[in-house]
T-cell receptor
Framework: SQELEQSPQSLIVQEGKNLTINCTSS?????LYWYKQKYGEGLIFLMM?????EEKSHEKITAKLDEKKQQSSLHITASQPSHAGIYLC??????????FGAGTTVTVRA | DADVTQTPRNRITKTGKRIMLECSQT?????MYWYRQDPGLGLRLIYY???????NKGEISDGYSVSRQAQAKFSLSLESAIPNQTALYFC?????????????FGSGTQLSVL
């Protein structure tokens, strides 16, 4: 979706280091969803954010929603090989479907 | 068993051939979607359906058609396949009753058009 910009496009991180992925919208967000995809496989739901300032965590992954900036960030602490994959953000623009960013490919090096 | 099942998982076809991708779900969800994924472009919506009688075009519907045969089944057809339809295709479902757009995805169909 051109309305949703993800950055960076790809990143390589040393195992044990932290990483952050950003998702910026040019339209008002009514919900922001994070998914993870292993190469060639389906998407697995990670987290959903609906309110400005909301922050959710699951294991070593934390996602935040900045309503003013219309931006969400996904932060992984102490990355592990299991964190490798493609991370996609999906936006709810109040039109009953999700529009997706282009994705961020994460590589974790031992 | 997977909640959202796509068949086939892989398909190679020739330009001009008609092909159908199938999706079935056991989640009892009313909404179903077809997306395609291309490297660097993320997921783009082809068609979506909110119930058996409601079919809507997405952002890239040209060259595709769909059929919602039952609440649990949603198929995608390429009437005359062309090489730029080579992509990874995903079916997804969601539940209107939750009030959210959380999608549940199938494992995908890798389609190659030669």
């Amino acid at each position: 979706s051109q309305e949703l910009e993800q950055s960076p496009q790809s990143l390589i991180v040393q195992e044990g280091k932290n990483l952050t992925i950003n998702c910026t919208s040019s339209k008002t967000l009514y919900g922001l969803y994070w998914y993870k995809q292993k190469y060639g496989e389906g998407l697995i739901f990670l987290m959903m954010l609906q309110k400005g300032g909301e922050e959710k965590s699951h294991e070593k992954i934390t996602a935040k929603l900045d309503e003013k900036k219309q931006q969400s960030s996904l932060h992984i602490t102490a990355s592990q090989p299991s964190h490798a994959g493609i991370y996609l953000c999906g936006a709810d623009f109040n039109d009953y479907k999700l529009s997706f960013g282009a994705g961020t490919t994460v590589t974790v090096r031992a | 068993d997977a909640d959202v099942t796509q068949t086939p998982r892989n398909r190679i076809t020739k330009t001009g051939k008609r092909i159908m991708l199938e999706c079935s779900q056991t989640k009892g969800h009313d909404r179903m979607y077809w997306y395609r994924q291309d490297p660097g472009l993320g997921l783009r919506l082809i068609y979506y359906s909110f119930d058996v009688k409601d079919i809507n075009k997405g952002e890239i519907s040209d060259g595709y058609s769909v059929s919602r045969q039952a609440q649990a089944k949603f198929s995608l057809s390429l009437e005359s396949a062309i090489p730029n339809q080579t992509a990874l295709y995903f079916c997804a479902t969601s539940d209107r009753r939750t009030g959210w757009e959380k999608l549940f995805f199938g494992s995908g169909t890798q389609l190659s058009v030669l």
